[in-house]
């Protein structure tokens, strides 16, 4: 069975970090981009980043670029999100969800919740 | 970037009859491809997002026939043949013809 499963959400003050991370499973991990997408309680989804099959290329929302670090080692299988400078604004439960050859979010993780206050 | 405009924000329906939503995008959505990258998304209540339509009208894996897409260039309809109670959710679409991915603000599809 195709999965995503996800850690390392929690509660962290303002201007602190957390990193999240997803674990795939069922499926060739390495030859899939991959992607973070995040919504606010009760707010529709805001994508905020994706990364090539090989790390190569990475791209951000503009409202996380210089914060936020996506990563992925596909040995492990597995895909992390590194957030730095947390502001309340990034209240929101995050997904990690597979990037599919027809350009589409074919498979998704359970959510995480990350809460930044202090 | 594109934004997707979605309609209506609500959408009460009777159990057996048809819904349809509504999204248009501030750009063509017509890749240097020739595909058209125009995706629709259901999420459950307490649930994660999950694919039903993608490429405008290709039903993905497991997803009932009674769900169908249409549409071209910048107007696209996600519509439901006979609503079902398992339905009742909100739907986005969403555009990957170039970064950032951006989706629409969500119909959400209640029983009336």
């Known amino acids: 069975e195709m999965q995503l499963v996800q850690s390392g959400g929690g509660l962290v003050q303002p201007g602190g970090s957390l990193r999240l991370s997803c674990a795939a499973s069922g499926f060739t991990f390495s030859n899939y981009w991959m992607s973070w997408v995040r919504q606010a309680p009760g707010k529709g989804l805001e994508w905020v980043a994706n990364?090539?099959?090989?790390?190569?290329?990475?791209y951000y929302v503009d409202s996380v670029k210089g914060r936020f670090t996506i990563s992925r080692d596909n040995a492990k299988n597995s895909l992390y999100l590194q957030m730095n400078s947390l502001r309340a604004e990034d209240t929101t439960v995050y997904y990690c969800?597979?990037?599919?050859?027809?350009?589409?979010?074919?498979?998704w993780g359970r959510g995480t919740l990350v809460t930044v206050s202090s | 970037d594109f934004v997707m405009t979605q309609t209506p924000l609500s959408s009460p329906v009777t159990l057996g009859q048809p819904a349809s939503i509504s999204c248009r995008s501030s750009?063509?959505?017509?890749?240097?491809?020739?595909?058209?990258?125009l995706s629709w998304l259901q999420q459950r209540p307490g649930q994660p997002p999950r694919l039903l339509i993608y490429?405008?009208?290709k039903r993905f894996s497991g997803v009932p026939d009674r769900f169908s897409g249409s549409g071209a260039g910048t107007d696209f309809t996600l519509k439901i043949s006979r609503v079902e109670a398992e339905d009742v959710g909100v739907y986005y679409c969403?555009?990957?013809?170039?970064?950032?991915?951006?989706f629409g603000g969500g119909t959400k599809v209640e029983i009336k």
């Open positions: 969800a597979r990037f599919g050859w027809e350009r589409n979010f074919d498979l």
């Open positions: 750009q063509s959505l017509v890749h240097s491809d020739g595909n058209t990258y």
């Open positions: 490429k405008v009208s």
């Open positions: 969403t555009q990957a013809i170039e970064f950032p991915l951006t």
């Open positions: 990364i090539k099959e090989d790390g190569s290329e990475k």
